[in-house]
């Protein structure tokens, strides 16, 4: 069983500060979907209002098509995983597991076989019996999962709940969680500030900046074709140049500025908007001669290898920062500290972006 | 002891712990010890201390069971020794006072941990403090005017047409304790409330919200999740009630019926009045045994081991 979850025109205030503005998302049953921000971007107030803590001061928040203003979150089908799990210490195991059964009046050997079912699909078996402290970080993480999965929620929430974890427990981890996931087919939200995890994860992102969504599509949508600067830059690398616009023909448009020329892609909704160039280092390519468009002369100031690329950076004329990455297959040349090359990228994988929608 | 060296060197560490041997020693081995081994020597006219009548023995202490009095405990005739039955009292309306604080203290400390704003904590912590700054008698001699027949609860209670005859309070209503209850309870209310608060501000949020997430009504989440965390508190805050209740003089003296006899005021009768300090060495050891046994007795009964208190 899962829920879709609608939010319309949802806002948070607190005090005069408005921690969620004009929030609008429709996500499907059995979705994976993340909200990936900067910390204070609202992510969090929007989880917290799904799942009850927090009222909406304006909007409505559907789970799966029922309104739930005024429902505590004892009375919601959602199950919150907590950024540090709060997990209770003084329960063992399966009685933290089963605590949302015990809530609902499930006899103790009904809750202890469900516990222990649980603890199989999460991959910890034989552990019903232990304590909290007795566990790892990610058996700890294996544990809360199951004793929100232990209530059948038609929603899962999870507020971070990666981020205490060494890297590679939090790679092994999110394989793990989108398993299970499809496993259950429960509907995910997933709060984040890693755009790795995000993108790795999720069916559909929604990128957030200072309580506005600021785009919602999937993750390589969001990265390949950003609707504006923030997105552009909270999920990757770019290399940005300024200037003025001249005019636009079959989505391209040129930008002048003191680098030069350079010709990008336009959507029709950022037109007329102040527009800045964006296009990702990977997209730019290095050569020793001039290319026949878009083109800058670059000074290289640090070559830093990264294993599988080599991290280019350089000066432009008037010092502007330019970085490129070579990847390390052996063909490509790469240049020596000091050399002058050419910073050449295609006009189709450069963009027009306007700055992040904010409240004005 | 090594950190100690460390951070102080020899002298004042040893000056330290000399104080601290010494306190512990000369201030309270020893005068314990020195009422132990009186409370088996008879009480002697001077000359004939260390004569041949002054020899140890269990008398002092049989004296408690002397004096048969004829009373019904919950409406049951019985026949105890008058101390013993002192001694029940004490007792049980001790554990009545720790029992009556409790159910004040923890929705107290719960909404002062969990609930009030943080901006509005000192101002709280402050009016609660307020009447611990009067001494602990003009507190008693307060609650006697207060329940006075003629006292100002009596007319505020009539002037708002709750009752219609003035009531005798320190005759009490349900039994002839009920003013020491009501003050030892006011008294020590305050030793409660911050063991709790304490162990309850250690608890970490989210897992009251995580509880009310799993569908937990509030009731639930205080059983399974709140009270377990505070239990260290709740217990410590018992023990410490429930000790200065049953050990306190000054209240029962001041505002208990003539009916109601409290234990410690039958020791001071022993010393003060009697002048007899052996019986009176010998019936403070036994009240000070028979309370740890208690003590002991209760943390079994409800799971509590003493190094959670030591927490």
Known sequence: ?????????????????????????????????????????????????????????????????????????????????????????????????????????????????????????????????????????????????????????????????????????????????????????????????????????????????????????????????????????????????????????DGMAALTGPHGSFRARIRPEAEGKPLKLYVRPEHTKLAPTKGSENSVEVEVTEVAFEGAFISVHGHAAGGKAISAEVRNDGVTPVPALGDKVYATFDAARALLLPDANVRG | MQDLLRRYGTGLTSVFCLLVAFWILVLIVLPNFAMFEQSFRPYLPVVEVGGPKDVYSFANYSKILDNGFESTIFGIPVTLPIHVLTFLDTVFFSALVTFFTLVFAYPLAYYLAKIASPRSIPTLLLLLFIPMWVSEALRAFAWYVILTFNGPLNAALKGLGIIEESIRWQNGIFTSYDAIVIVLTYCYVLFMLFPIYTAITSLDTNQIEAAEDLGSPWWRTHWRVVIPHAKPGIASGCVMVFMLSAGSLLVPTVVGSTKANWFPQTIYTWFNDALDWNTGAAYSMIFLLACIVFVILMMRLFRVKLSDIAK
């Open chain 1, 1 to 249: 069983m899962s829920a879709g979850i609608d939010l319309d025109n949802v806002c948070c205030d607190f005090g005069t500060f408005r921690a969620v503005d004009n929030a609008n998302v429709s996500i499907k049953p059995g979705e994976f979907f993340s909200f990936l921000g900067p910390s204070g971007c609202g992510k969090t107030t929007i989880l917290r209002m799904v799942s009850g803590f927090i009222e909406p001061t304006q909007g409505a928040i559907r789970i799966g098509g029922k309104d739930m203003r005024g429902q505590r979150p004892n009375q919601r089908p959602t199950a919150l995983i907590f950024q540090n799990l709060a997990l209770f210490p003084l329960m063992p195991i399966w009685e933290n597991i089963s605590f949302g059964l015990e809530v609902r009046g499930v006899d103790k050997a009904t809750r202890r076989k469900k516990a222990e079912e649980l603890l199989a699909l999460v991959d910890l078996p034989g552990a019903a019996d232990k304590m909290i402290s007795q566990l790892s970080g990610g058996q700890k993480q294996r544990v809360a999962i199951a004793r929100a999965l232990a209530v059948e929620p038609q929603v899962m929430l999870l507020d971070e709940p990666l981020s205490a974890l060494d890297l590679k427990l939090r790679q092994h981890m999110r394989a793990e969680l989108r398993a299970i996931q499809k496993r259950t087919g429960v509907t995910f939200i997933y709060i984040t500030h890693d755009q790795g995890e995000a993108l790795a994860m999720s069916d559909r992102v929604g990128v957030m900046s200072q309580g506005r969504i600021q785009q919602i599509a999937e993750p390589r949508d969001i990265y390949d074709n950003p609707v504006n600067g923030f997105v552009a830059s909270f999920v990757g690398e770019n290399n940005i140049f300024e200037g003025s616009l001249g005019p636009v023909a």
